[in-house]
């Protein structure tokens, strides 16, 4: 079985930082960023976890849920390879604010409009493009392991997707049925505005204090 030369990972407080290269079968590089790709946003990434969860409370009906997701899973793939492979570099300074934004953005979306809006999809696309910027600084700080590149990336990519589909299914499970009470759309503003107002404290922080 093929090889690779493979980072492995040790918690530190408040950060990731790399041992020694292990050589590890494809398939223990394929798991381990499975594994990394699952925890960056479940249960580590507060920001990406809110912006799915702002996405979700913009309608509970699943052919809308389908077609948000799809739109940010093909934006964030793409600039996550284009980053990865060194084709697309922008400053984190710029990426990190611009994602608090976002998810500002589609809560704001959320006080104010009743429906999902038709133009959300290409919003939605938009803001998965600096998402992706944002997991591929992740990975960069991981490493890559250069004879298994592309097994890591789309194994990183997997494990990201799966964290985003298992807060919304959870989401879905406990709360379609409530989607037509009376005080579902209150749940909605005050989650949203919550939402929304840690975002836009997260913007501040990353602009003036490089949070």
Request: charged content about 10%; aromatic content about 14%.
């Amino acid at each position: 079985m093929a090889s690779a030369a493979l980072p492995s990972f040790r918690r530190q407080p408040a950060e990731w930082i790399m041992e020694a290269a292990v050589e590890q079968s494809v398939w223990d590089v394929i798991g381990l960023y499975l594994q990394q790709g699952f925890i960056h946003i479940l249960p580590r990434g507060l920001d990406h976890i809110l912006f799915v969860l702002a996405l979700f409370f913009a309608s509970t009906r699943l052919k809308s849920l389908i077609w948000q997701v799809s739109a940010f899973t093909l934006a964030h793939t793409l600039t996550l390879a284009l980053a990865v492979l060194g084709y697309v570099h922008l400053d984190p300074a710029i990426v990190e604010p611009i994602i608090a934004l976002s998810i500002a953005f589609v809560a704001i979306e959320n006080l104010i409009f009743k429906d999902m809006p038709r133009w959300r999809p290409a919003i939605v696309f938009a803001f998965g493009l600096f998402h992706g910027l944002g997991f591929a600084g992740v990975l960069s700080d991981y490493g890559l392991p250069q004879d298994a590149l592309i097994a890591s990336l789309l194994s990183f990519n997997v494990g990201v997707e799966a964290g985003q589909l298992t807060i919304i299914a959870a989401c879905w499970l406990v709360l379609h049925r409530f989607a037509e009470a009376s005080w579902y759309p209150w749940l909605v503003r005050i989650a949203s505005g919550i939402i929304a107002l840690m975002a836009l404290w997260w913007a501040f922080e990353r602009v003036f204090f490089g949070g």
